[in-house]
C-alpha cells in the first residue's frame, strides 16, 4: 500500500471552489490510477473522479461532472481535485485512493473503490448556503 496524505479541505460558500491535493509517498512508478471518493454520514461512499496512470483516461460520478476536474502530476506523485461550483450537496468527506501499478494499460480507469488498494484519512468540505 502507498500512504496518501490529503489536503486542501475546509469551508465554502455555494458556489465557491476548492482544491484538493493527495501526495504519495513513494517513488512515482509505485502507484497506477487514482481517485477521489467521498461520504456522506448514513450513505455509501460514492466516486467523485478516478485518473489513469497516464493521466489521460478519467471518469466522474454524476453529479460532479462538468464541475469538477481531476488531474495529476507524476513527477509530484500527487493528484488533484479542483472543484468549482461547490453545491451543498459536495458537503462530505474526500477520500483519496490509489492502486498499484500492475500489468494493465496506463489508461486503466477503474471506478469502483474495491479496486482501491491504498486510502488518504480522508479531508472534510463543507458548503453553506
Known amino acids: 500500500q502507498v500512504p496518501l496524505v490529503e489536503s486542501g479541505g475546509g469551508s465554502v460558500q455555494a458556489g465557491g471552489s476548492l482544491r484538493l491535493s493527495c501526495a504519495a509517498s513513494?517513488?512515482?512508478?509505485?502507484?497506477?490510477?487514482m481517485a477521489w471518493f467521498r461520504r456522506v454520514p448514513g450513505k455509501e461512499r460514492m466516486l467523485v473522479a478516478a485518473?489513469?496512470?497516464?493521466?489521460?483516461?478519467?471518469a466522474y460520478g454524476d453529479p460532479v461532472r462538468e464541475r469538477f476536474t481531476i488531474s495529476r502530476d507524476n513527477a509530484l506523485s500527487t493528484v488533484f481535485l479542483q472543484m468549482n461550483g461547490l453545491k451543498l450537496e459536495d458537503t462530505a468527506v474526500y477520500y483519496c485512493?490509489?492502486?498499484?501499478?500492475?500489468?494493465?494499460?496506463?489508461?486503466?480507469?477503474?471506478?469502483?473503490?474495491?479496486?482501491?488498494?491504498?486510502w488518504g484519512q480522508g479531508t472534510q468540505v463543507t458548503v453553506s448556503s
Open positions: 485512493a490509489a492502486s498499484p501499478r500492475s500489468g494493465r494499460s496506463s489508461r486503466y480507469t477503474p471506478t469502483n473503490e474495491y479496486d482501491y488498494e491504498s
Open positions: 513513494g517513488p512515482p512508478d509505485t502507484y497506477g490510477p
Open positions: 485518473i489513469s496512470r497516464s493521466g489521460d483516461s478519467v
